[in-house]
């Protein structure tokens, strides 16, 4: 028979302060089993354990609490095991990152560096379908999902098979938001489409590096890049252009995609022999 315990008592029998039980209460996640309308005081059933106990066991695996709410409240087993097993895709993404991550800072620790292949190349001026927006750094990869999935559908129903690309503002560097520009060349006769607009890309030289595989060390990409051009080139003005060459959507391997840093300069320099 389930007897009513103190939130104090609450808290010593599932490991849960009483701060935390006190916040449950108060967004409705884990509601007392009764509240003194005098004195306020919580109290707790004792079959209210088992939920408590349930609770605690996805914020360990840090749950956000809008899913813990969804797995608790709901008798479809079936919408349970879905919202577990996203959460759970989530953390083995986080966890194959920092992977990554050390991977890439054990490098950074060992003496010398990696060689970086610099081309130089004039991109003429193109036609393309765009979405323009003011874009914050840290949203960037959500974003690009989003964007990139529409100009691909836009393109698969006309008929347009092209490398995908995008500029960047300064201001997306130097202040963690601006104007981004996706795009997807086409031809110069190219006729509107719903939901993206025809933009055109000017022309002009660029130092162009390749960076191979996942993202994790892009900034050491755009590290290297850049210290080439400002040690050897004469930086022209306008936004940095990447280019998707082998993206995630057209597979999933990290590994095999590639993707062109197109750094702008003013001329193609005097090759020094």
């Known amino acids: 028979m389930a007897a009513l315990v103190t939130v104090g008592e609450f808290s010593r029998l599932t490991h849960l302060s009483v701060k935390t039980l006190h916040h449950y ?18 109290r707790y059933g004792t079959g209210q354990v088992d939920q408590a106990l349930l609770i605690r066991r ?22 349970r095991e879905e919202t577990l097993r996203s959460h759970l895709e ?26 970086l292949d ?15 927006d003011q874009v914050e750094r840290d949203a960037i990869g959500p974003w690009c999902e989003r964007v990139f999935a529409r100009l691909g559908a836009v393109g698969a129903e006309h008929g347009i098979f092209a490398t995908c690309g ?3 503002s300064n201001d997306f560097f130097n202040d963690d938001a601006g104007e981004v520009v996706a795009f997807l060349p086409v031809a110069p006769d190219q006729e509107p489409a ?36 400002a040690e050897h080139c004469e930086v022209a003005p306008g936004p940095i252009r990447e280019l998707y060459v082998v993206s995630p959507g057209d597979v999933e391997d ?17 090759l020094k022999g």
Do not use: K, N
């Open 25 to 42: 209460h108060e967004i409705g996640l884990l509601a007392p089993a009764s509240v003194d309308p005098t004195s306020g005081y919580r």
């Open 58 to 79: 996805l914020r360990e695996l840090r749950m956000p609490l809008p899913e813990v709410r969804e797995l608790v409240e709901t008798s479809d087993d079936s919408r």
């Open 90 to 115: 989530r953390m083995e993404q986080e966890l194959a990152h920092t992977r990554d991550v050390v991977t890439s800072l054990r490098e950074m620790l060992t003496p010398g560096h990696r060689a």
């Open 118 to 132: 610099v081309d130089y190349r004039f991109i003429p001026a193109f036609r393309a379908y765009g979405v323009r």
């Open 166 to 168: 995008a500029t960047y």
């Open 194 to 229: 719903d939901g993206v607009e025809l933009v055109d890309i000017p022309g002009g030289f660029f130092a162009i590096a390749v960076h191979a595989g996942s993202l994790t060390d892009f900034d050491r990409s755009y590290g290297a890049l850049g210290s080439h051009v």
């Open 254 to 270: 990290p590994a095999a995609w590639r993707t062109e840093i197109c750094w702008p300069i003013q001329r193609i320099p005097a």
